[in-house]
Each structure stands twice: as C-alpha cells, then as structure tokens.
T-cell receptor, first 113, second 114 residues
Framework: NAGVTQTPKFRVLKTGQSMTLLCAQDMNHEYMYWYRQDPGMGLRLIHYSVGEGTTAKGEVPDGYNVSRLKKQNFLLGLESAAPSQTSVYFCATERGSGYNEQFFGPGTRLTVL | AQSVTQPDIHITVSEGASLELRCNYSYGATPYLFWYVQSPGQGLQLLLK??????LVQGIKGFEAEFKRSQSSFNLRKPSVHWSDAAEYFCAVGARSNDYKLSFGAGTTVTVRA
C-alpha cells in the first residue's frame, strides 16, 4: 500500500502560470485535506473534502480550487500562480466520522518566481 | 475559534536528556488535542492524541503528553532524547463545532546535540 502520495514533489512556476497538484490515496478514506506550510506559521488548511464530489473552503482558500471527482483523488489547482503561493503543500486523509488520525503525504515544494 | 500557541520556536537538547515541548490552546469547550512530528523532508506523523479520559496519554517513540484544563495546555515530554528525535513538532487542536478541522501551532524545531 502506498498510503498517501503527492505529485509532483517539486515544481517551479512563473507568475501567472497554472498547475495542478495531485493527491492520491489507497486507504479508502472519506476525508481529504490540502494544507500549506510556511515557515513560522505551521500548517494552514486550504480546502477539504468530506467525500467524493464534495469540497469546502478552509482557512486560506483564495487563489486555489479543488476537485474530488473520485474518492481516491483530491486535486489542488492554481489558476494563476503568485509568488505568495510559494510554499510546501501537504495532502492528508482521514477515515472520517469524527476525529481520527490524519495521514499525510510527503509534500510538494512549489516555488513561484 | 480555536487556536494553538507553541511558545518555543527552537529547542536544543543533549542526547539522553529530557525534553518538554509546550503547547497552549484556546477553545471554550473540551478540545481534541494532537501532537505530530515532521522529520526533515517528510510529511507529518501522529505521535499521540487526547480526546477524553486519562489526562496523561502515551504515544509512539516513547513520547507522552499531559492535558491540563486549568492551564489550557497539552505539553509533550520524553524522558530521554535520541538523536533521531531531531525534527519539527506540531501541536494541533480540533473541535466538533468546527467540523473537526484541525488548527496547527507554528511548530517547535528540536535539535539534538551529541
């Protein structure tokens, strides 16, 4: 079992370019999350999903869109990248139905020039 | 809204010495509390969690944490640190009223010296 995987691991974009980050899980978890991690700020929730076909905004959703067309995949899109979106992005999954452990992917390091 | 404060940005500890990382939370009702560890270049891994019951919880890798409601704290401890404990540690708080979403602290980086 791969657990939670993220693609790509690294990416450099120019301002205004678009890209999609893919999170895939093989744990059959209902909940999936996208976080960004910035120095001195911990993890902040961008968007999340409580099931296939559902998405919701987190703490810092501006500039990002998400889709959960299949239960195992959660996509994070940047339509027009900005330098402020330079960060490390983590995907996490959770079994659901109340508090359980969140399982994290290895992260994607994104630099926007 | 819930929030978490980790007062120590960076702690250096000698191998074999004890370690305590502080975490203070802000939330009106009983929170759900977590400690995660992040090794360099890795994702986060759950060390332990507190939902209710015994206020002293045991986790993996020899860590424990104590929930103190009167102090709004959930400090993480380890009696004897190993070099492999060098990592960044995050405290997180959640609440049923916030749809179980977690709020993370800024993290504490632990350096272990020989």
């Amino acid at each position: 079992n791969a657990g939670v995987t993220q693609t790509p691991k690294f990416r450099v974009l120019k301002t205004g370019q678009s890209m999609t980050l893919l999170c895939a899980q093989d744990m059959n978890h209902e909940y999936m999350y996208w976080y960004r991690q910035d120095p001195g700020m911990g993890l902040r929730l961008i968007h999340y999903s409580v099931g296939e076909g559902t998405t919701a905004k987190g703490e810092v959703p501006d500039g990002y869109n998400v889709s959960r067309l299949k239960k195992q995949n959660f996509l994070l899109g940047l339509e027009s990248a900005a330098p402020s979106q330079t960060s490390v992005y983590f995907c996490a999954t959770e079994r659901g139905s109340g508090y359980n452990e969140q399982f994290f992917g290895p992260g994607t390091r994104l630099t926007v020039l | 809204a819930q929030s978490v404060t980790q007062p120590d940005i960076h702690i250096t500890v000698s191998e074999g010495a004890s370690l305590e990382l502080r975490c203070n939370y802000s939330y009106g009702a009983t929170p759900y509390l977590f400690w995660y560890v992040q090794s360099p270049g890795q994702g986060l891994q759950l060390l332990l969690k507190y939902f209710s019951g015994d206020t002293l919880v045991q986790g993996i890798k020899g860590f424990e944490a104590e929930f103190k409601r009167s102090q709004s704290s959930f400090n993480l401890r380890k009696p004897s640190v190993h070099w492999s404990d060098a990592a960044e540690y995050f405290c997180a708080v959640g609440a049923r009223s916030n749809d179980y979403k977690l709020s993370f602290g800024a993290g504490t980086t632990v350096t272990v010296r020989a």
